[in-house]
């Protein structure tokens, strides 16, 4: 565990859980690594972060971004806009004294709503109550170009000497005023540099351009299908970016000579693939990024492949640290640092022997690819593949206890008999239900206890 000098700095601890041992001739080397951030301060005047001091300019430590879509069928239902208008409101209540923050109103080209100008203002009672003011000439028209909102906001955080930068988005419809290239072309400039949570409202965007959204930038995903809920789920958004202390945290993955990484990839509390998105980190040593850090705990799926070795013999298979950066060029903070080992043994009950927390977490990973590949089908009108399919999700939620993802599935088809994942799809299924489905369908739950 790592402690920090500050006193409302958070504390890092890195816990590995796996079945070390291996068959004659085994290679796969699986491991949880769960990382958990307790302790720090709320203010998040103490954090480390990507600035080099951890400390933000004027007392403070965040900015943020909010970009409202103000195309036009934002005007269909007019609760839309209304809906959004005052979701706003409420996230500029909910920001800190001294966080720095704009307003974003995003069609086919970004506005800047307040303060304007290329700024951030500073949150204080003037400011949010020129801030709610200026929501009040939003209105809808024109058309929807993502990339742009993503390049401005960019910018603006950009410009703060602060450790968390972060974004709030929200779009009603499909991104159809920009090739596909230029929205991945500014995901690609915004990545690393702020995070993003992206909601959609209603029933016409496209759930993976908002969750491509929030992959890309390590933020949350998720669908308000009734806008008078955006108030709520904005407040919520911001007071855990505001909980956020720790900027730019990345996953350390070391291996010996001769190790080939399988994969890295986030478990808990949702799957997101990262083996991807690693970066050189000197001699056999990546970064896996994974945003900023609050107080919280998160679990990573790593598998390596290790040479072949003889009975009895053992070695390090990997080792995991979680680092920030200096911004200075300098050395590296490391929060935190666990073990992946190998050790090959005749005796079949330990090689064979699977891991509880790996046994689950493969399970959860694959709720969420097959419930993805069951709903696709079901789109394409192939009924058999998709009821193989959901049919499969339903079996692993039930015995995981994932019962907020059964609950979802139980609207898109008849649960038969959850055990043996036999099921019907329904015959007429809304589309806020699915679309739900699908939004949702990469959280996970917890081992159980």
């Not at 209540?93 to 966080?99: C, N």
């Not at 799957?271 to 919280?296: I, N």
């Not at 013999?313 to 666990?338: C, N, Y």
């Not at 190998?342 to 990973?365: C, E, F, K, L, R």
């Amino acid at each position: 565990m790592a402690n920090f000098s500050k006193s409302r700095a958070p504390q890092f601890s890195v816990a590995v859980y796996q079945n070390e041992f291996l068959p004659e001739g085994g290679r796969d080397v699986s491991a949880i690594v769960t990382v958990s951030s307790t302790g720090g301060g709320t203010g998040g005047s103490a954090g480390l972060g990507g600035n080099g001091t951890g400390l933000g300019g004027n007392g403070a430590d965040a900015a943020v971004v909010i970009m409202v879509d103000c195309s036009g069928s934002m005007d269909y239902p007019p609760t839309k806009m209304r809906g959004a208008r005052d979701a706003t409101a409420a996230a500029i209540d909910a920001l800190r004294d001294g966080t720095l923050f704009a307003v974003v109103a995003g069609t086919h080209v970004a506005n800047e709503v307040y303060p304007g100008n290329g700024r951030l203002a500073v949150a204080g009672p003037a400011t949010r109550g020129q801030a709610k003011d200026a929501l009040r000439r939003l209105s809808a028209g024109g058309g929807t170009a993502i990339g742009t909102w993503l390049r401005l906001a960019d910018r603006l955080l950009g410009s703060a000497d602060v450790s968390i930068r972060h974004g709030i988005l929200l779009t009603d419809g499909r991104n159809e005023h920009e090739s596909p290239e230029d929205l991945r072309a500014a995901l690609d400039a915004s990545a690393g540099r702020f995070t993003c949570d992206a909601r959609g409202v209603g029933t016409d965007w496209e759930v993976k351009e908002v969750t491509g959204i929030a992959s890309a930038l390590l933020g949350t995903a998720d669908i308000v299908a009734d806008p008078q809920g955006l108030a709520t789920d904005f407040t919520v958004m911001v007071e855990n970016a505001m909980g956020k202390e720790v900027a730019e945290v990345a996953l350390r993955l070391w291996t010996p000579v001769g190790v080939e990484i399988v994969f890295v990839k986030q478990v808990a509390p949702t799957v997101a693939e990262l083996t991807a998105r690693r970066t050189e980190a000197g001699p056999r040593a990546g970064d896996y990024p994974t945003g900023s850090w609050g107080d919280e705990s998160r679990d990573y799926h790593v598998c390596v492949r290790v040479p072949q070795a003889g009975i009895g013999q053992e070695m390090l298979a990997a080792r995991v640290s979680l680092i920030v950066p200096d911004g200075l060029g300098g050395t590296p903070t490391t929060l935190g640092q666990g073990l992946v080992r190998a050790v090959w043994t005749d005796d079949m009950a330990m090689s064979t022997s699977i891991n509880p927390q790996v046994a689950h977490y493969t399970g959860q990973a694959e709720l969420a690819q097959v419930i993805q590949q069951g709903l696709d089908a079901r789109k394409s009108g192939d009924h058999d593949g998709a009821t193989a399919k959901l049919g499969r999700a339903v079996q692993l939620a039930a015995a995981s206890g994932n019962e907020d993802t059964a609950k979802l599935l139980s609207k898109v088809v008849d649960v038969v008999d959850a055990a043996t994942g036999t099921v019907r799809l329904k015959a007429k299924v809304a589309e806020a239900d699915e679309m739900t489905l699908e939004t949702r369908s990469t959280k996970t739950v917890r081992v159980k206890k």
